[in-house]
């Protein structure tokens, strides 16, 4: 056998930079270019918070982005679907709490077509009654099945006992199964109306590109779109009352497990030691949580725990599952290494800055993964440079700050714990 | 494809089939090790032992403890994990290329004295993570046991494909020290190993330092393999109803095809995108739009030997019967066979398998793993430049001639989950 290789220091790395261009109608481009990916991805972020969304019509945001390519006045129903496909076009809508994203995925010669669809979705969809009427009955049908998984039922009810409920992003995105069917076409219409527009939104076009060649091309495609809105701010997040409780899924053979805090957002000085501490924690395969629970005690196939900023705000949770029969003891040691009677090494500290910072050029290796990463800075208002400038923030974590930041948003924090599984499991499993 | 990815194939002085895929655009090396066993290669009461063994790979050698192979390769901020199929199992690390002969040192000592390391503690532990895994992936999840049933109905019992990767709860709980040791000396072993590296490697470089990490390692011999043979279509339309904690009623419908590395399958999945591959197909058109079905697709799950199989499933809409959306779904299948697809369909069916095609390419960890099973399934590396290529030869009447020799309505298996009352 070789004698162990030593590792050469390792190069650096910056997050890309676009070539950035302001339209007329008040949209910002940022291209990106990035050799070899003959893919391009581009997503047109809207400055469309999901509390925009009217009173008991939880979800109407996102019946209205899948309805944009149901057909448009150029486009009329499946011909819009078809010229999609007549340019290998992938559609897929997103909307969170801050923004609604638009995705194409594209071959890199169809961009001015794509980007004329893209247009033209947003600009003039006809949102027809038959196709409204699928839609409506597809996202009721998918809450549906959403609703019948463990994992998603435990999510949801993570969310609503950590933020205050009167703030939307404390209920599903998507909606409910009552708020759906009170949804009209003519809710779509106004929604569309009064939300959709070019001002503060941000179009991002990803892959092996001519950035100033595909500016002038989204100018070309969106100059026509010059809707106003009154604009809507993203309402502030508030805390909850973090109640824990089980919640009996009938038949269920395994448990799913979730643990929450309140958290922060990436402009929170504490955002690089959090990271640090929950990479240490359930951040890898090697972090503490996954090596006791998973690799001693075969409890479950993986646990994690990970920070997921809002624009303001944010939560922090742990993610689990197991067998009924191993459900308190699960708990029950997952408690204690949260803990964290041992402080962190500066081993651990070291390595997890490592795994954040080394990863990076490698997890950004392809026009999508940089498309999605541009769109989360528009969508939380960050610098164009806020990847390079956590990289250089994580490298400044010690054992001190990665502990200050576990201990007060964590280890000192009020959190909640959330079980859902079969009805033999009592309310005992919650007790510490 | 006006984009040629350069390949470079060679093999070590003890047999391991190594691909190379030098790419000027990337930081990172992806390492994509194909042994080529997988499910199909188990013996009857050993289901799941492929898979079971992969997460033993991770429990140490003879250098490396339990869990520091994943570790060390996450410590310089790299990507690993492993995947088991019915034919192949991979295990694939993607790294900086300052790790790259960490990462192929950490392979070799596994290859090469992973039986050091395994002992009864681990593999009982392991049994329970993967009878956790099976849990969160196919028992507690709606629908969750549906391809067992339809690789159950699709193959004769004790056939290779006739189970999932995953096997069975007793199954595992058989599985024994004994049978670690047999699976690593019969399929582990540089011989039955291919081998592909994509990203910001030479050529020559990437070759030498395979060789300097592996070579010492005995090639072994190829298992014997019973080659599976191709069995005929399905007929007296078997069926096969479920029911349980569902939300809304499912209809599925299966056929058996020639193999993936048959020639009728490019045409074959040319035709099933036109069927089901967008909201312009169709079936999206003909179910989705008129209220029948919430959504419907079809694919196929490109198995390697003897058959693949192509299924569709289509959930119900509210009030419709899982036999009417059936029947209509293969009124349109028959429609397809009978006058084939138009050209605009053809031509919109060649642009998004572009898209895919390249969207997959796009990745060297995924672009690693298509040259690996190009290797294996075709014997030849440049498949990967050559499958755009081929498909937009076809033609209007190819596609046709392949959907309606493949998808005959009396061929095929139907199961249906309904919603316990």
């Not at chain 2, 990507?79 to 088991?84: E, H, K, R, W």
């Not at chain 2, 169709?282 to 299924?311: D, K, P």
């Not at chain 2, 440049?382 to 046709?400: F, G, P």
Request: contains cysteine; glycine residues 6%; negative net charge.
């Amino acid at each position: 056998m070789m004698p162990r290789p030593h590792l050469d220091p390792f190069g650096q790395w910056s997050f890309p930079l676009p070539h950035v261009h302001d339209l007329d109608n008040g949209m910002t481009v940022w291209a990106y270019h990035l050799p070899g990916q003959h893919i391009v991805s581009c997503v047109l972020v809207l400055d469309l918070p999901l509390n925009c969304e009217p009173v008991d019509r939880d979800g109407i945001a996102t019946v209205v982005t899948r309805l944009l390519d149901g057909g448009t006045q150029t486009h009329p129903s499946v011909s819009y679907a078809e010229a999609l496909a007549e340019h290998g076009i992938h559609f897929e809508p997103a909307v969170g709490q801050s923004t609604t994203q638009l995705m194409i995925d594209l071959p890199a010669d169809s961009l001015l077509p794509g980007l004329s669809l893209l247009a033209e979705a947003v600009k003039e969809p006809v949102f027809e009654s038959n196709d409204f009427l699928s839609i409506q009955a597809q996202v009721f049908a998918e809450i549906q099945r959403q609703n019948s998984r463990g994992s998603t039922l435990a999510s949801i009810a993570l969310r609503w006992a950590l933020l205050d409920h009167n703030v939307r992003i404390s209920r599903p995105t998507a909606g409910n199964l009552e708020s759906i069917p009170l949804i009209t076409r003519e809710d779509v219409c106004d929604f569309h109306k009064q939300h959709y527009s070019p001002a503060g939104a941000t179009l991002i076009i990803c892959g092996d590109i001519d950035p100033q060649e595909a500016s002038r091309m989204a100018s070309q495609a969106f100059e026509q779109w010059n809707t106003a809105v009154i604009p809507t701010s993203v309402e502030p997040i508030r805390r909850g009352g973090f109640p824990s409780h089980v919640i009996t899924r009938e038949d269920s053979v395994q448990a799913d497990i979730r643990m929450g805090w309140f958290g922060i957002d990436q402009n929170d000085p504490r955002w690089a030691s959090l990271q640090v501490a929950t990479t240490i924690m359930g951040g890898s395969f090697g972090s503490r949580l996954n090596t006791v629970l998973r690799e001693d005690r075969g409890f479950t196939y993986g646990v994690s725990m990970s920070a997921h900023p809002f624009r303001q705000g944010g939560y922090i949770d742990v993610v689990t599952s197991t067998q009924t029969a191993t459900v308190k003891d699960l708990l029950d040691e997952t408690r204690e290494i949260l803990a964290a009677s041992q402080p962190f090494t500066a081993t651990e500290v070291e390595t997890a800055i490592r795994y954040l910072t080394l990863s990076a050029p490698l997890a950004f290796g392809t026009a999508e993964a940089v498309a999605d990463q541009a769109s989360s800075l528009a969508a939380g208002q960050l610098p164009l440079d806020h990847i390079t400038t956590i990289l250089s923030d994580l490298a400044c974590v010690t054992v001190d700050s990665a502990m200050d930041a576990y201990r007060e948003l964590i280890n000192c924090a009020p959190f909640s714990t959330i079980v859902v599984g079969g009805a033999e499991i009592s309310d005992d499993v919650l007790a510490s | 494809m006006d984009q040629q990815y350069p390949l470079h194939t060679s093999s070590t002085s003890n047999g391991i089939r190594v691909a190379i895929n030098p790419d000027p655009w990337v930081s990172g090396v992806a390492l994509n090790l194909w042994y080529e066993v997988g499910s199909a290669h188990e013996k009857p009461g050993k289901t799941g032992f492929a898979h079971l063994f992969e997460h033993l790979m991770f429990c140490g050698s003879a250098h490396v403890s339990s869990g520091e192979h994943l570790s060390t390769i996450q410590a310089m901020g790299g990507l690993c994990n492993a995947t088991t199929s019915f034919e192949r199992t991979n295990y694939f690390e993607t790294i900086p290329r300052e790790g790259l002969e960490l990462a192929l040192w950490l392979e070799a000592d596994r290859l090469s004295s992973l039986l050091d390391s395994v002992d009864q503690l681990n593999l009982d532990t392991q049994r329970e993570v993967v009878k956790e895994e099976k849990r969160q992936r196919y028992d507690n999840v709606p629908y969750g046991d549906v391809f067992s049933h339809l690789m159950g109905l699709a193959f004769p019992p004790n056939h290779g494909y006739a189970h999932l990767p995953i096997g069975s709860m007793d199954d595992l709980d058989s599985a024994s020290l004994d049978d670690v040791h047999e699976f690593f000396h019969t399929h582990y072993h540089p011989s039955n190993l291919i081998m592909s590296l994509s990203g910001a490697i030479e050529v020559e470089e990437g070759f030498a330092l395979v060789e300097k990490y592996f070579s010492q390692i005995p090639p072994g011999t190829r298992p014997p393999r019973t080659k599976i043979t191709a069995l005929p279509p399905l007929t007296g339309l078997p069926q096969l109803d479920l029911s349980g904690s569902v939300p809304q009623d499912v209809v599925y419908s299966c056929w058996l095809v020639p193999p993936l590395t048959d020639e009728i399958t490019d045409p074959l999945d040319v035709g099933l995108t036109i069927a089901a591959g967008s909201l312009a197909s169709r079936f999206h058109t003909a179910l989705v739009r008129s209220h029948l079905a919430h959504s419907v697709g079809i694919a196929n799950l490109g198995l390697a030997e003897g058959n693949s199989v192509v299924y569709s499933t289509a959930i119900c809409a509210q009030g419709v019967s899982p036999e009417h959306l059936e029947e209509e779904l293969i009124k349109q299948v028959e429609d397809l066979c009978n006058q084939g697809p138009t050209p605009q369909e053809v031509t919109r069916a060649m642009r998004l398998e572009d898209r895919e095609y390249l969207s997959d390419l796009a990745s060297i960890e995924t672009r690693a793993d298509l040259i690996s099973g190009a290797w294996s399934y075709f014997n030849d590396v440049e498949e990967i430049n050559h499958h755009l290529d081929r498909v937009h030869q076809l033609t209007a009447t190819d596609v046709h001639q392949a959907i309606s020799t493949c998808l005959k309505t009396d061929n095929r298996g139907i199961i249906t989950y309904r919603r316990a009352s």
